[in-house]
């Protein structure tokens, strides 16, 4: 009777945290999955934004580095770390047209 009794008393709490973990949890790690996958396939040409805030459009991206150069306005470029970018707006690794003619 006792044993019963103090399981039942840390059920809400079991519950709470399972709760927890399909509510907040697992979406996040699913969106920091997708992020890291998008950092990974950066290309020349795709509008970015910063941790700090900043929209820019990278302009050299290298496989395996870490490092990437934005433009954050018309001749004015720095150097970033992929880990700083916090969000991708648009990418050139997705087609923008998919069935039409290419643009000349």
Known sequence: MLANSGIISFLPMILVFVVFYFVLIRPQQARQKELKAQLNALRRG????????????VQLAREGTKEIE???????KIQLMRENVSQ????????????GKPAK
Not at 70 to 76: F, L, R, S, T, Y
């Open 70 to 76: 934005i433009e954050i306005a018309p001749g004015v």
């Open 46 to 57: 795709d509008r970015i934004v910063t941790s700090g805030g900043i929209i820019g459009v």
């Open 88 to 99: 991708v707006l648009t990418s050139t690794a997705k087609p923008a047209n998919d069935g």
